[in-house]
């Protein structure tokens, strides 16, 4: 029941420009897109988020439509050690007053030599 | 210093046993959480603390039960452990409730 999709494996050639799909066709309109990415069975780290505007850190570039339905995270130059599961997420509402995420498969990306 | 620290970081474990896994966050966050993540890589939300509130309470078994002596603390605690169990369980704490989150390095539970 995750409200995202993403593609389930990506490769990437090392130094080349890592562009990761996700849709989130049924997000609120004050739901933040957040992505977090687990390399090979540690902590999820978290990359980046926003809610309308494109955003940027030293991590990577968040593109979100106007319409908000999809986004894409850039890696501007993957290398080697940017091998690993990236999930994209946004909130999940429950019946109490909080909301909670999901965190779906994710896309397995792999940098290739 | 670890911002989010598990301890023990492996666990193996008889069926039947009791067992806890310990959590300690340093960064002054007001919401913590523990995650199973389980062989086919799901990460699922079990449960959610914010100042030391149950807050999220996903559908677990009652044999697991958190408990949180204080904001940066939230431990786990299994009882009557079952094979299903194996997994490797994740905490994690935000200042905000699903917020960005900082991940600990996880505990991996063997019960045999």
């Known amino acids: 029941d995750a409200k995202t999709t993403q593609p389930p494996s990506m490769d990437c050639a090392e130094g080349r420009a890592a562009n990761l799909p996700c849709n989130h066709s049924?997000?609120?309109?004050?739901?933040?897109v957040y992505w977090y990415r687990q390399i090979h069975s540690q902590g999820p780290q978290y990359i980046i988020h926003?809610?309308?505007n494109n955003e940027t850190n030293e991590m990577a570039s968040l593109i979100i439509t106007e319409d908000r339905k999809s986004s894409t995270l850039i890696l501007p130059h993957a290398t080697l050690r940017d091998t690993a599961v990236y999930y994209c997420?946004?909130?999940?509402?429950?019946?109490?007053?909080?909301?909670?995420?999901?965190f779906g498969p994710g896309t397995s990306l792999s940098v290739i030599p | 210093d670890t911002a989010v620290s598990q301890t023990p970081k492996y666990l193996v474990t008889q069926m039947g046993n009791d067992k806890s896994i310990k959590c300690e966050q340093n960064?002054?966050?007001?919401?913590m959480y523990w995650y199973k993540q389980d062989s086919k890589k799901f990460l699922k939300i079990m449960f959610s603390?914010?100042?030391?509130?149950?807050?999220i309470n996903e559908t677990v078994p009652n044999r697991f039960s958190p408990k949180s002596p204080d904001k940066a603390h939230l431990n786990l605690h299994i009882n009557s452990l079952e094979l299903g169990d194996s997994a490797v369980y994740f905490c994690?704490?935000?200042?905000?409730?699903?917020?960005?989150?900082?991940f600990g390095p996880g505990t991996r539970l063997t019960v045999t």
């Open positions: 926003g809610l309308k």
């Open positions: 049924t997000i609120s309109g004050n739901e933040y």
């Open positions: 603390y914010n100042n030391k509130e149950l807050i």
């Open positions: 994690a704490s935000s200042q905000e409730t699903f917020q960005k989150q900082y």
């Open positions: 960064l002054g966050h007001d919401t």
């Open positions: 997420i946004v909130r999940v509402p429950t019946k109490t007053s909080y909301d909670k995420v999901i």
